[in-house]
């Protein structure tokens, strides 16, 4: 009767009584995955595909074998009471990896936003400062003319144009007066006044208008068509195992008067782009970063903002949506909905002999005095005559 091989690789049924020594071709080693290879340990020949694995052919010849082989032994470790690993002689070391942290954890973790700021470190590459240096060259002609025909009709007592200055034009010698000024925009955020380039924060406006210039320059005082304005930019993130990035799109972007400044869970973007254009977005981060470890990468076409992150956790978003406050309206439906309930509860735990007695009986009506008896239905004396 024949019999089954279990020799790895072989698998053929054979006689016994002509089992030679050399009718059985097996792999004598075990199998081997890794990296998406399949092999044998024995031979070199490696595959992708799982079927080529199972038809790579023996290479050693022996006798057929009916013994199952023996499972690879597992690595026996054991613990004592202080804590060291007995690891018996030839076996693996056992490794304990702690996990990430929980959302709940680290929503408790989470630092205060209110934390201060810090400005990350730019990178600037050279396409991007030989692109601002052939467009400075283009802009300065074009800005010397308009100047020129400005400053030839510039009246006396004209004020300075600059974002925070109070000068008033008297005269050619007012051009030669140093202009202090804020080369940033306002902003006005949950009832905080400031500047984007110096960030001094009050709830004055009055304040707000006295606050000094944070740069140094000359007067302008007419305004040129290539002023700042505020536009949006598109911009995107990816992450890796332990950095996030976002891209924001934004060509020729300026180094001087731009600026990233973020704490461990916020984001202040301020990018100066196109010679007259600005992006300004704050947002709020979904994970907790380390601020020493991030950099802003500045190229010709896009600004790149890598943030290290502070624990190896993947981010469902990049920005954290805004908690939802609840106005009057919605305050009013939900307290109505809490008397409904109450009401329901109270009639659910009622009696069931109460109720009925409730709806056939009702209030019983309040007994009647002697002196407010009715005797209207009464016969008076002359009506006993008529029936006498």
Known sequence: MSELCYNRGCGLRYEPHSNAGDACCYHPGVPIFHDALKGWSCCKKKTIDFSEFLAIPGCTRGHHSNVKQPEPLKP?????????????????????????????????????????????????KKSLQESLDKLSASSRKTDTNKEDNVNGGVRVGTMCKNNGCKKAFQGPDSDRETCNFHPGIPIFHEGMKYWSCCRIKTTEFDEFLEQPGCAKGKHLWTKIESDKKLVGCRYDWHQTGGMVVLTVYAKTSNPEHSYVDANQTMLTIHIMFEKDKVFHKELNLWGVVDVSKSFVNMGPTKVEINLQKLDPVNWAKFELPPQKVEGKDEMREKEQKEEIQKEENVKENKPLAQELNEMCLGDEPPPLEDDESDDSLRLSDTDDEDFD
């Not at 076996?91 to 700021?117: L, Q, V």
């Open 76 to 124: 026996e470790i054991t613990c004592t009471k202080d804590g060291a690993d007995n690891t018996k002689p030839g076996t693996a070391t056992e490794y304990i990896m702690k996990g990430h942290k929980s959302a709940e954890k680290m929503k408790k973790e989470r630092p205060s936003s209110e934390e201060p700021t810090v400005k990350l470190p730019q990178r600037v």
